[in-house]
């Protein structure tokens, strides 16, 4: 299911792939999407980005935005007439980072199953080996503090709906992306957003580690842990860095896959024939 749609013309170009959270280039996309991209629209040049692989990807988001910001503007510079972002998981909030904190040439940031709204949950499968919901609950008093969130990925982007506030005060990335926490470079963020011609989102109900699944549609819990759309969220409604007025303009568009569980969705054909494959023309 898609909704949204604006037809802004076809644009052929190159694309920039990267991996989520412990995973890595080859594993994720060369068996996948690089295959079935070439496949489809043969020469076509793609990027996968071989950096921050496996255990690496735990460094802070900010400092991995900064490296993959140097490879990123050489290609694009090798590229003026622009290229498509295809991000996965982790890998999603990165080149969120990137479209908002540098000034690209991305035509179309396609965003499949990446918590953009933040993450509040525990991979499902770790329930049999610990307590996942007193983790969930109680992981907040390590995760906002200032020596983690300068050493841990997943801690800039924890989004606690029961302690807004420490979410406010100590989060050094996503609050500061979403406008939560005011910051000097929220109109450069702004600005940069809304280079994008197209902003796709992409997730579904049986994700076993997005929590909320909807986060990948910028949708994020209440403080009763209820799910609230992401046209009812602050950053939404304040426009805060470009969101609303790219829907607005309808340049959002949101698919939802039922069936597919995180480690599966780019190893989806029919997600890639339906929800990606039309954005990279």
């Not at 994720?28 to 043969?42: D, R």
Request: aromatic share 14%; charged share 20%.
């Amino acid at each position: 299911m898609s909704d949204c749609f604006e037809n802004t013309g076809s644009f052929v170009g190159p694309v920039v792939l990267v991996h989520g959270m412990f995973g890595s280039a080859p594993s994720e996309f060369g068996k996948t999407f690089e295959n079935w991209i070439k496949s489809e629209h043969n020469g076509t040049i793609i990027y996968a980005i071989r950096m921050f692989e496996k255990l690496c990807s735990l460094r802070p988001m900010w400092y991995q935005v900064g490296k993959i910001n140097e490879q990123v503007r050489e290609i694009m510079r090798g590229h003026p007439e622009g290229v498509h972002f295809v991000c996965y998981s982790q890998g999603g909030l990165l080149c969120r980072g990137i479209v908002s904190s540098m000034n690209h040439n991305v035509h179309n940031f396609i965003s499949l199953s990446s918590p953009q709204a933040g993450q509040y949950g525990i991979p499902r499968k770790w329930d049999r080996y610990m307590p996942a919901n007193c983790i969930k609950t109680n992981i907040y008093k390590f995760f906002y503090t200032h020596f983690v969130q300068n050493h841990l990925s997943v801690a800039n982007y924890w989004n606690d709906p029961h302690h807004q506030t420490l979410y406010r005060n100590y989060s050094v990335f996503l609050s500061h992306l979403d406008g939560s926490t005011p910051s000097p470079n929220m109109s450069e963020y702004k600005r940069n957003f809304l280079k994008l011609h197209r902003l796709v989102l992409i997730g579904g109900p049986d994700d076993d580690v997005v929590t909320p699944w909807q986060s990948s549609h910028f949708s994020f819990y209440d403080e009763n842990e209820n799910v609230v759309e992401m046209k009812k969220q602050k950053f939404f409604q304040d426009d805060s860095f470009g969101l609303q007025t790219l829907y607005n303009k309808k340049r959002v568009h949101i698919h939802t896959f039922p069936g597919v569980v995180h480690k599966k969705w780019y190893a989806n054909r029919t997600v890639f024939n339906s929800a990606i494959l039309p954005y990279l023309t």
